[in-house]
C-alpha cells in the first residue's frame, strides 16, 4: 500500500521524533536537579500597594510572608493554601474584607507559574519548574537559604519611607 520510500521516511520521522522527546527528556530532568535555588527577595505587595495611603492600615508584612511562599514555590495545593493565608493576614491586619479579597483575586489570577514575572509562584527557581513538590534536596536549599534571611531584611522590605 505504501511505498518503500514513504516507509523510510516514516521510520526515519518516527525515529527522530523519537530521539527529540527522549532529548528533552533526559535535558529536563538535569535541569530540575542541578536547578539552583535564588537567594530570597522581596518587594513588599509587587504591583499593589504596601500599605493605605490615607489611614493606619499596613498589610506589607503579609505580602512578605506571602513572598516567601511563593519563593520557594511547590505544588498547586501548597500555592492556594499561601494566597489563603495572605487573605486572612490583609483580613487581620485591616478588617477590611473587600481589600483580603481583591488581593486574593489579584495573586490567583496573576501570580501562576506560568507567568514569566518576578512574582509568579516558584520565583526562586529557574523559569518552567511550574508546579512541583520539593525534593529532599530542593527542601535543603530552602532551608539553607531560609536561614539566611534576617529579621531585618524582612523588615527593610516593609519599611515606611520617611517624610521630609
Given at each position: 500500500?505504501?511505498?518503500?520510500?514513504?516507509?523510510?521516511f516514516?521510520?526515519?520521522?518516527?525515529c527522530?521524533?523519537f530521539?527529540?522527546v527522549?532529548?528533552?527528556?533526559i535535558?529536563?530532568?538535569?535541569?530540575?536537579?542541578?536547578?539552583?535555588?535564588?537567594?530570597?527577595?522581596?518587594?513588599?505587595?509587587?504591583?499593589?500597594?504596601?500599605?493605605?495611603?490615607?489611614?493606619?492600615?499596613?498589610?506589607?508584612?503579609?505580602c512578605?510572608q506571602?513572598?516567601?511562599?511563593?519563593?520557594?514555590?511547590?505544588t498547586?495545593?501548597e500555592?492556594?493554601?499561601?494566597?489563603?493565608?495572605?487573605?486572612?493576614?490583609?483580613?487581620?491586619?485591616?478588617?477590611?474584607?473587600?481589600?483580603?479579597?481583591?488581593?486574593?483575586?489579584?495573586v490567583r489570577?496573576?501570580?501562576?507559574?506560568?507567568?514569566?514575572?518576578?512574582?509568579?509562584?516558584?520565583?526562586?527557581?529557574?523559569?518552567?519548574?511550574?508546579?512541583?513538590?520539593?525534593?529532599?534536596?530542593?527542601?535543603?536549599?530552602?532551608?539553607?537559604?531560609?536561614?539566611?534571611?534576617?529579621?531585618d531584611?524582612?523588615?527593610?522590605?516593609?519599611?515606611?519611607?520617611?517624610?521630609?
Amino acid at each position: 500500500m505504501f511505498s518503500t520510500k514513504f516507509r523510510k521516511f516514516f521510520k526515519s520521522a518516527l525515529c527522530l521524533s523519537f530521539c527529540y522527546v527522549l532529548s528533552c527528556t533526559i535535558l529536563s530532568a538535569i535541569a530540575a536537579e542541578t536547578a539552583q535555588l535564588q537567594p530570597f527577595s522581596s518587594d513588599g505587595c509587587s504591583l499593589f500597594p504596601d500599605r493605605s495611603p490615607t489611614g493606619e492600615a499596613d498589610w506589607c508584612e503579609c505580602c512578605v510572608q506571602h513572598d516567601l511562599a511563593y519563593w520557594r514555590g511547590g505544588t498547586e495545593a501548597e500555592r492556594l493554601q499561601a494566597d489563603r493565608e495572605l487573605y486572612s493576614c490583609v483580613k487581620k491586619k485591616t478588617a477590611n474584607e473587600q481589600l483580603a479579597q481583591l488581593m486574593f483575586s489579584g495573586v490567583r489570577s496573576a501570580g501562576g507559574p506560568y507567568h514569566y514575572t518576578s512574582y509568579r509562584w516558584a520565583y526562586g527557581w529557574p523559569y518552567g519548574r511550574f508546579y512541583q513538590a520539593l525534593s529532599p534536596a530542593e527542601r535543603e536549599q530552602v532551608e539553607r537559604l531560609s536561614a539566611q534571611i534576617s529579621t531585618d531584611q524582612l523588615q527593610q522590605v516593609c519599611r515606611k519611607p520617611t517624610s521630609k
